[in-house]
């Protein structure tokens, strides 16, 4: 049987690196509309977010959303969504990548609490999808096509 990074290289997948945390969040690197962050990828997430607080970093547009968020614990947190950004994860890119900013606050806490680094935001299952994912747990790599 061939090596997996082979069989999905010839199938033009790109081959993006994370890390596990002291928490066990897989940590990848990201770029918003050319900005470098830090995001805990999380597949159980519907959609991709960022927090309030990085709204200008990201340079978004935000517009407010009638939709109310729940995770990580908190629920019916007031959202806002930022349409049209482009998203880069390795050699991955979407340029047309719409996000959820929603206040991050109390998931940076819980990290911190565990000395863990804080996080800019989470990347979900819109772009796992999006990218048909394939995750590489042993070997710690996302890849997407």
Known sequence: MKNLHEVLKREKYKKI????????????????????????LDTGASNS????????????AAEDSK????GAGATGMQTQMASNNTLQLGFWKDTEFNLVIFDLSHVN??????????????IGADVLLKGKAIVDYYNHYLYLL
């Open 109 to 122: 806490e819980a990290l911190i609490q565990h000395k863990s680094k804080p996080v800019h935001g989470i």
């Open 17 to 40: 690196k994370f890390k596990i945390t002291k928490t066990q969040h897989l940590l990848l690197n990201a770029k918003i509309n050319g900005v470098k962050g830090n995001f805990i």
């Open 67 to 70: 939709t109310l968020a729940s």
């Open 49 to 60: 977010c960022i927090g309030f607080e990085s709204v200008a970093l990201f340079q978004l």
